[in-house]
């Protein structure tokens, strides 16, 4: 075996390996065995046939496939020790030529992270305040949450809910086609087209009405877009929200004996979740201004994977089975989702990096007592502990659980730094050495 290595930009390596002929011709020998064994031909058991009735049968390429199938892993693993590389993932291969066999590996590296003199970033926490409008906003919500449709003898006022039967056609293709369907009468709502609430307020129970819209020019199935739309609708039932009073009755409903506890604990939400904002924007910050004055590159591989993370959720969040569907959904190619889902994809490796780094740096680290104490909290809250106990103890969760641990302690480190906190002292050294740190998953809350 013959190889190169170069280095080249974003952290990755450029390895060619060329195949000695006798390499070669020992694959060669494996792959014939292999497919000799798989192959029937008549007058001859399997594996028993001479080679260049094989090689006949199944063709030269598939033999020349499968010897190269069996090749490179080998001849890879004697490259990357020879030129002492240390891959964080597989390798990107093309195959320059095939007989006799030249490989290209592009081989991603760990990444490089320099945090700069990370100590003297300094971010100003936000305010955190909640007023009494914000409670009574809050409350409100809870009314609405509680709300009845209850029906009116009147005609439809935006706001309402209407039971509604519906007929829509686009060039005499059926476009909507529902009876006794409940539909929110919402000014400007776009659903299922612009003006269709419009068209419909000041209509009471038991008229009907024929109009015409046109459908968006961006609408998701394109056969339909900026063509006219033809709408029949009759109303069958006029109702509104009623909401519940604010009161003790309605707080019993929300597991409080009076209005006040209810008004006391949602207070105490509102201010909890202001205050867990402003330490996301607070860290959010502190990692943007660390990244500004400090280095992180990392292989393009890392940047694509976590791409492809962000899409598979995206499709799982809206309650699509497949990426595919959800992007036919979204009337987008591949190319543009991934364009879009790129900046984000970018900074929580840069954060993820970087938090990583500052773990190091300053000496975070999770015991396996902690790791059992935290354990015991989940079990706490468990309703299966037995179940809950036998997942919580594999090693992946454990680790999972660790990663967790070290994650907000670092976080609880950095808010500490850019306040101004008092910490503890470190090497001067500890804040500019590099480190390449391989974890790339976003732990930020």
Do not use: W
């Amino acid at each position: 075996m013959k190889s190169t290595a170069k280095t080249i930009e974003h952290c990755q390596a450029e390895l060619h390996i060329e195949a000695e002929q006798p390499e070669y011709d020992a694959a060669q020998i494996e792959a014939f065995k292999y497919l000799a064994g798989r192959v029937q031909i008549p007058g001859f058991r399997k594996g028993k046939a001479p080679r260049q009735l094989i090689e006949k049968h199944v063709g030269r390429e598939a033999v020349v496939d499968e010897a190269l199938e069996r090749l490179f892993p080998d001849l890879y693993e004697q490259a990357l020790t020879e030129h002492d590389l240390h891959p964080i993932t597989t390798p990107h291969v093309h195959l320059e030529q095939r007989e006799p066999p030249v490989f290209l590996a592009i081989v991603p590296l760990e990444p490089e992270v320099t945090l700069g003199d990370y100590r003297s970033v300094r971010v100003t926490p936000e305010e955190v305040s909640v007023t009494d409008e914000h409670v009574l906003s809050a409350l409100d919500r809870l009314r609405e949450s509680q709300a009845v449709l209850v029906p009116a003898e009147r005609p439809l006022h935006f706001g309402d809910f209407s039971s509604l039967d519906v007929k829509a056609t686009v060039e005499d293709h059926p476009f909507l086609d529902h009876k006794a369907v409940t539909y929110e009468v919402v000014a400007n709502s776009h659903m299922p087209l612009p003006g269709f609430a419009e068209a419909i307020v000041g209509l009471s129970a038991g008229e009907s009405k024929e109009f015409s819209l046109t459908v968006p020019d961006d609408f998701r199935i394109t056969e339909l877009a900026g063509k006219e739309c033809k709408c029949s609708v009759t109303v069958q039932q006029v109702r509104v929200k009623e909401l519940p009073e604010l009161s003790d009755s309605m707080a019993k409903t929300f597991g409080f004996d009076t209005l006040e506890a209810l008004r006391e604990r949602v207070g105490a939400d509102l201010e909890s979740n202001a205050r867990n904002q402003a330490r996301t924007a607070l860290i959010h910050k502190a990692l943007e201004d660390i990244a500004a004055q400090g280095h992180v590159d990392f292989p393009p591989v890392l940047e694509e994977r976590e791409i492809d993370d962000l899409l598979a959720g995206e499709a799982k969040r809206y309650g699509y089975k497949t990426v595919e569907d959800y992007l036919q959904m979204a009337n987008k190619s591949m190319e543009d989702i991934r364009a879009d889902l790129r900046p984000l994809a970018h900074e929580r490796i840069v954060n993820g990096l970087i938090l990583s780094r500052l773990a190091r740096a300053e000496g975070i680290e999770v015991s396996d007592s902690d790791v059992d104490t935290r354990v015991e909290e989940l079990l706490m809250e468990a309703q299966d502990k037995d179940k809950v106990r036998e997942l919580l103890g594999t090693p992946q969760m454990r680790e999972s659980i660790a990663d967790r641990l070290r994650t907000n302690r670092t976080l609880d480190r950095l808010a500490a730094i850019v306040t101004g906190e008092a910490v503890p002292d470190l090497q001067v050294a500890a804040t500019v050495e590099a480190f390449s740190a391989p974890e790339v998953e976003e732990k930020n809350e």
